[in-house]
């Protein structure tokens, strides 16, 4: 698709067509990864954050929340839950806390590892190449840091730098694909400010990247950030809605665009719409979920975006709901560690 094609798409509104795009979406998801859905068990393991992103509800200029930090320990009774519940996979997320050091990261990947046959998945924030090295030779397996947005004058207006550490994501992730890991990035839509031509530059981005993972969930202001309370929209009707629908075109020009991806349904979605969000997406090109393995004490206090879905549910309710959902829609729940498939096909050319 060109960027012509992928813009015209993203402001059509008509449902026949739109049920086209679906179509095309799920058919190329069924060719491409098939019809496992992949669970991969989240856990939030610090809201410290160094950084001001100016969207995020953990930015460290957020003064009002109570911030944790969880032990080894902690993160190995998750870790263990992945197993008992059939996870191939976890993903170890936080803001960027430089207390999670070097070391207390490693050691960490390591415990999981003798411990597990889990497939890691790390989302820390921009690291050193040195440290992302590091958690690659102790045995980290993936990483995710999306790039937000392509436009890279309102990425760095709401991104600002932490000390003299120029910021450059895109260049973070050709880094993460050197030092062997599955990498996944993504996008906020509708970011206030971001157009059509943004957006479809976005896509263009993720197959430019070649992607092995995709993550994309609409932009939800949060009251006590700046993008909360000052929004400036983009001029001209250009402005890119920050609704459910336009996740879903979003998510399926992402696989029409990167066929053999995972692309997770995000909590996101499921926030906009609690009933049908991630069903809705993974019928429209998703084949991913990420239940939510943070004990029930930390998961208020990770909140990037306000009313954030299932933040009172146990890990147990999340794999249960998780289940049913999949299920309800004629899916299967996939088994083992759920690479992703171009990136094997990479790794045997
Ligand atoms: N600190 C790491 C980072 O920034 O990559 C990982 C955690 S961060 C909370 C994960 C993602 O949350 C960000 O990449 C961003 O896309 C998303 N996020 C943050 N604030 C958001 C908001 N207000 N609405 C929707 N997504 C948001
Ligand atoms: Fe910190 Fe990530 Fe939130 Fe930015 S998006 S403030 S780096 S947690």
Redesign the pocket.
């Given at each position: 698709m060109d960027h012509k094609e992928i813009k015209t798409w993203l402001q059509e509104n008509d449902p026949h067509r739109l049920g086209e795009l679906w179509q095309t979406a799920d058919a190329v998801r069924r060719e491409n990864v098939g019809d496992a859905v992949h669970l991969r068990g989240l856990i939030e393991i610090s809201n410290h954050?160094a950084?001001r992103?100016f969207?995020?509800?953990?930015r460290a200029d957020h003064k009002e929340i109570d911030r944790y930090r969880m032990s080894h320990d902690e993160i190995l009774v998750c870790a263990h839950q992945a197993v008992e519940y059939g996870y191939g996979t976890v993903v170890i997320?936080?803001?960027?806390d430089h207390a999670l050091t070097t070391q207390f990261i490693t050691d960490l990947i390591r415990r999981i590892k003798a411990e597990t046959n889990l497939a890691i998945t790390l989302?820390?924030?921009?690291r050193t190449d040195d440290e992302l090295q590091q958690f690659r030779a102790a045995g980290a397996d993936r990483y995710?840091?999306?790039f937000?947005t392509s436009n890279s004058e309102i990425f760095h207006a709401i991104h600002p730098p932490l000390g003299d550490r120029p910021c450059d994501r895109i260049a973070i992730l050709k880094k993460l694909r050197q030092f062997g890991y599955e990498v996944g990035s993504?996008?906020?839509v509708g970011i206030p400010g971001t157009t059509y031509d943004d957006l479809a530059n976005d896509i263009q981005t993720f197959t430019q990247l070649d992607l092995d993972m995709i993550g994309l969930?609409?932009?939800?202001?949060?009251p006590s950030?700046p993008?909360?309370q000052n929004v400036k929209p983009a001029p001209h009707d250009q402005q890119v809605p920050n609704t459910e629908l336009m996740t879903y075109k979003t998510l399926a020009l992402a696989r029409i665009a990167c066929p053999n991806a995972n692309i997770p349904s995000t909590t996101?979605l499921a926030t906009l719409n609690l009933a049908q969000g991630r069903e809705l997406g993974l019928a429209r090109g998703a084949n991913v979920v990420m239940p939510n393995l943070t004990p029930t004490q930390y998961r208020a206090l990770y909140e990037?975006?306000p009313a954030k879905a299932c933040i009172n549910e146990t890990a147990q309710q999340c794999q249960n709901c998780m289940r049913a959902r999949i299920e309800s829609i004629g899916r299967t729940v996939g088994t083992g560690r759920g690479d992703s498939p171009r990136y094997h096909q990479r790794c045997d050319a």
């Open positions: 954050c950084r992103c969207y995020c509800g953990l997320q936080s803001g960027e989302s820390l924030g921009e995710l840091l999306r937000e993504g996008v906020m969930g609409p932009f939800i202001p949060h950030t993008l909360g996101a990037i975006y």
